[in-house]
């Protein structure tokens, strides 16, 4: 980095239906990283009719559609299925407990969920509206152990939830996975069994595989994320959550990319790219609720500046450098850029 980055890290703050849902989608893409914010608000109401178990359930909350995909009132939807469901305001999350004793969290604008404490990636963001979650149908669906069936027009949607298999003489493993098609290896994982031979009589298997299972997400340290949180604080605490969000993307942007070291701390302390790792502010840096929110989010995915490896303030940071700069977003006080 130039010496003048020094200065810029410390200073940085039915058939139309779809086809028109299709055409809304395209045109998110083109505004960016900051879609994840706008989503919400891009997202339109489609009338339909729910089923759940195969009762006509009553929504006070609408059916959106976003990016071509069909969204629900999370937490409405998991009661309905005899699932428990409490929203952390703070955090912007979440919690399930399902009728078959998995626990869920999902967060606002996150991509990575948590099923039984391991972590996923999953292909859309949920996203809150008019204070409510809101999960995409199918892997809401998954979560909850249902499947869905949608009229071709999309006005129906139902969603059953699927009984376990009850493991007996005769009917182990193997016939659950015949009578499924769901390969064994694939059942065992689903219900956190290492071999066959945890599978005991009497035993109740899930059988409804999430798709989001084939992206598995790796666990960060707890280290990782204090590190983040601190250096989110010292460099933009004063900012608002998007603002500390912004600047813990540009970290984890660096770590994923070729130019910059590939670990947090390697980031962080990479010659004297952020001072306050090497004049004790950092050591010092206590965050707060906020910070610690802004780093878990980014370690688990949620971007606002998409691809952005650089962070200043506009009103200091002046010259031809900083002006050639490709500026993605300005949250606060900070631009970020690529």
């Known amino acids: 980095m130039k010496n003048g980055e020094v200065h810029m890290i410390r200073e940085g703050k039915s058939t139309i239906w779809l086809m028109s849902v299709m055409v809304l989608g395209l045109l998110l893409l083109s505004f960016g990283p900051m879609s994840v914010v706008s989503t919400a608000e891009a997202a339109t109401e489609h009338q339909a009719a729910i089923k759940v178990n195969g009762k006509m359930a009553k929504l006070s909350d609408p059916i959106l559609v976003q990016g071509g995909r069909m969204y629900l009132p999370a937490a409405r939807i998991a009661a309905l299925t005899g699932a428990e469901a409490s929203w952390d305001n703070d955090n912007e999350e979440l919690t399930i407990h399902t009728a078959a004793s998995d626990k869920v969290v999902l967060g606002n604008g996150v991509p990575v969920v948590y099923f039984n404490e391991l972590r996923y990636r999953m292909d859309a963001l949920p996203f809150t509206r008019d204070g409510r979650l809101y999960a995409p149908?199918?892997?809401?669906a998954e979560l909850l152990h249902a499947s869905f069936q949608s009229s071709a027009d999309g006005d129906t949607i139902e969603i059953t939830v699927e009984p376990q298999k009850v493991v007996a003489d005769g009917y182990g493993l193997a016939e659950v996975s015949a009578d499924t098609g769901?390969?064994?290896?694939?059942?065992l994982k689903r219900n956190g069994l290492a071999a066959k031979a945890a599978v005991k009589n009497g035993m109740k298997l899930d059988v409804v595989i999430p798709s989001f299972f084939d992206h598995p997400v790796a666990s960060y340290t707890e280290e990782d994320l204090t590190l983040l949180a601190k250096i989110t604080m010292v460099e933009a605490g004063y900012e608002s959550y998007e603002g500390q969000l912004a600047v813990a993307n540009v970290i984890m942007n660096r770590?994923?990319?070729p130019a910059f070291p590939d670990t947090i701390k390697g980031v962080i302390y990479a010659g004297k790219q952020f001072p306050p790792a090497h004049n004790g502010l950092?050591?010092?840096?206590?965050?707060?609720?906020s910070a610690y929110r802004a780093a878990k989010d980014a370690l688990n995915g949620k971007n606002v500046v998409g691809k952005a490896v650089y962070f200043f303030n506009p009103d200091r940071a002046k010259?031809?450098?900083?002006?050639?700069?490709?500026?993605?977003?300005?949250?606060?006080?900070?631009?970020?850029?690529?």
């Open 137 to 140: 149908l199918r892997e809401l």
């Open 182 to 187: 769901i390969a064994e290896a694939q059942l």
């Open 255 to 257: 770590v994923n990319n």
């Open 282 to 289: 950092l050591d010092k840096s206590k965050p707060h609720a």
């Open 319 to 338: 010259g031809s450098y900083w002006s050639s700069m490709n500026v993605v977003a300005t949250i606060g006080n900070h631009s970020f850029a690529q």
